[in-house]
């Protein structure tokens, strides 16, 4: 984007202070605060139980929020869900495709619950369909369809209203490299000539790192930053030193070897990789010249190193060093790995 | 506003039609199995009338006139009570969410499965009723009379249906549904008249059958079927279904405008 959009842009979503806790306690989504500007194409980045998806259907009226507010287009969407509901499109994480009925079907069902006189939907059928690309197979049913055009069929009903603003739910969950690229392409291409705002969640990089102007990560219910991903990528700087102490210290020992890398100037933040058995990831402005003061300071505390590695940050890198987490190795859990294995049978269906 | 709820509730069930007529096995076994009552239970107790005994206590002399509006009424609590399964479907699918996200009034959401159901069944009573006059069952009160007995039949389904549709608001796997509903249905039916004459059923039985709704849909049917156009047992089949009626969409207005519903 480059330009500043909180200059010349309309604020689409505003969302303040928003929580929300599940029966039984899970607090999902913990004070949560930002806002989407009109055009833009706006991620949330976050592992699989971050709270993606709880906000979004906050937003999309589903859910009611415990406490904070959330406002599309100006209107409350607790106070006003219907009013909401006409301004937004939705296109969740599971496919939500009727697969028994033809892809026109849908789309004229989807129509129909949205009000929109017979002769104007034949056309945006025809016109939504086009722009997925899936006019030839118009008439044939959903169960046929491969598992991307059954998810572009998912979007073009998503579309049909013209929304001003479309919330996609994980797009390309499950899908294969090709199908992901394909969807990408549509979407960045509906901002393009519809001059949509676009809401998106995922957990892949690169398609944060692609397709987004903004991303919002977020882990365990809380946002921990909203930025470009070339801020923030800039903003890491310099480079990344990842090393793992000798595994024969103590937890005393460990603790007082992080003390004494933390105090060193040039050293702007040390994390641990979870999961990685002690691995540790430290942030530096350069590597080159950190490298001589961090062995100096572990061998003043008796420490030594097990492994160093240099390297300059990937989006992957500030997922770390923002949440402590390597979304690459995230562990799934083991619900919503079922629950993604469903949606993936489901498309493969 | 009155439009928005008719157009809703029509596209609700216009996609309910669609998907059951497209299902072959749906539509096989939706018609196979009353007409399997039918053949089975009429032959079975065939003989059943040859008793003078058991014939006085069904009323007739043929058990199939007997038992046509008997199997009517359990076609029609079939059809209805596993309403609630489609629901639960739905909203796994995330076509709940779909239309839950769009404007659509969520009350037309039951309405519109509800209005589906009334349409299969009809559909279904009509098979019956022409089966069963080919197999030489003869209402007393000719075809109106078959007609009003469509009627209940409509307004059992959509008791049996809404329930079942309100507990598929607070019951999220199919499976439960159907065991609940398995618990509610079997005791329904064999505490009713609908296959047995109360008066042959074992006097704490028929105090449980005085108060099964099922019997008072029977009850006007089987009058309609054997005996004539009784109004006292018509008017009070009518009061009861509809005072249901009126308890069972209120309590579905309530969960699908007043709670959430995924
Ligand atoms: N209906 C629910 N009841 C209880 N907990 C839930 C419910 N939905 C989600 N959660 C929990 O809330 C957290 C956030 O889930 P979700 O928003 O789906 O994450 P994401 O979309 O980022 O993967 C998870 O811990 C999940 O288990
Ligand atoms: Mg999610």
């Not at chain 2, 040859?50 to 199997?71: C, K």
Request: aromatic letters at 8%; one cysteine or more.
């Amino acid at each position: 984007m480059g330009n500043n959009p909180e200059i010349n842009k309309k604020i689409q979503v505003e969302v303040e202070n928003l929580s929300k806790t599940f029966p039984g306690g899970i607090r999902a989504v913990d004070e949560v605060s930002f806002r989407v500007y009109e055009g833009e194409i706006f991620g949330f980045l976050g592992p699989n139980g971050a709270g993606k998806s709880t906000i979004m259907m906050i937003l999309t009226t589903l859910l009611k929020p415990s406490s904070g507010k959330a406002f599309i287009n100006g209107i409350n969407v607790s106070a006003n869900p219907q009013q909401v509901r006409m301004n937004i499109g939705y296109v969740s994480q599971e496919l939500s495709v009727d697969d028994m009925l033809t892809g026109r079907e849908n789309l004229w069902l989807q129509g129909g619950f949205y009000g929109i006189p017979a002769e104007e939907r034949k056309a945006r059928i025809a016109e939504v369909l086009h722009l997925v690309g899936l006019e030839e197979r118009k008439n044939s049913k959903v169960e046929t369809y491969s598992g991307g055009m059954k998810k572009r069929l998912d979007i073009a009903a998503g579309l049909l209203h013209r929304p001003r603003i479309l919330f996609l739910d994980e797009p390309t969950l499950g899908l294969d490299i090709q199908t992901r690229s394909e969807i990408w392409r549509y979407i960045s291409g509906l901002r393009q000539k519809e001059g949509m705002t676009i809401f998106l969640t995922t957990h892949y990089m690169e398609e944060a790192d692609r397709i987004c102007d903004r991303i919002g990560i977020i882990d365990h219910g809380r946002l921990l930053t909203v930025e470009s991903p070339s801020n923030l990528k800039k903003e890491m700087g310099g480079d990344l030193i990842r090393f793992t102490l000798n595994s024969e210290m103590g937890d005393a020992q460990t603790e007082r070897a992080l003390e004494r890398l933390r105090s060193i100037p040039a050293i702007r933040k040390i994390v641990e990789v979870d999961g990685g058995k002690g691995e540790y990831s430290a942030l530096t402005a350069s590597g080159e010249e950190t490298l001589p003061l961090f062995f100096a300071a572990l061998q003043e505390t008796g420490s030594s190193v097990g492994r160093v590695t240099l390297k300059t940050p990937s989006l992957d890198d500030v997922f770390l060093s923002y949440t402590g987490r390597d979304l690459r190795e995230e562990k799934v859990h083991k619900d919503q790995g079922l629950q993604e294995r469903f949606t993936r049978r489901r498309l493969q269906s | 506003m009155l439009s928005i709820y008719l157009n809703s509730t029509y596209y609700v069930c216009w996609r309910e039609l669609k998907r059951f007529f497209r299902q072959k096995t749906r539509i096989i076994m939706a018609l196979f199995q009353p007409l399997l009552w039918l053949v089975l239970m009429g032959n079975m107790m065939a003989g059943l009338t040859d008793n003078p005994y058991a014939a006085r206590l069904l009323g007739v002399d043929n058990y199939l006139l007997f038992m046509t509006p008997g199997v009517m009424v359990m076609s029609a609590l079939f059809g209805g009570v596993f309403n609630g399964v489609s629901l639960i479907w739905d909203r796994r699918l995330g076509f709940l969410q779909k239309m839950l996200t769009s404007p659509l009034p969520r009350f037309s959401i039951p309405l519109g499965k509800l209005a589906a159901i009334v349409l299969q069944i009809t559909l279904q009573m009509i098979i019956i009723l022409l089966v069963a006059r080919f197999l030489g069952v003869h209402m007393a009160t000719g075809l109106p009379g078959a007609l009003v007995m469509l009627v209940f039949c409509a307004l059992f389904a959509t008791v049996m249906g809404g329930i079942s549709l309100a507990l598929a608001t607070a019951i999220k796997t199919p499976e439960t549904l159907f065991t609940v509903v398995n618990f509610l249905t079997m005791p329904l039916i064999f505490s009713s008249n609908a296959i047995f004459p109360r008066e042959a059923m074992p006097s704490w039985l028929q105090i449980v059958a005085d108060y099964n709704p099922v019997s008072y849909t029977v009850l006007p049917m089987r009058s309609l079927a054997t005996s004539g156009w009784i109004w006292p047992d018509l008017l009070l089949g009518l009061g009861v279904l509809l005072l249901a009626n009126a308890a069972v969409f209120l309590l579905l207005f309530n969960r699908f405008e007043k709670t959430q519903l995924i």
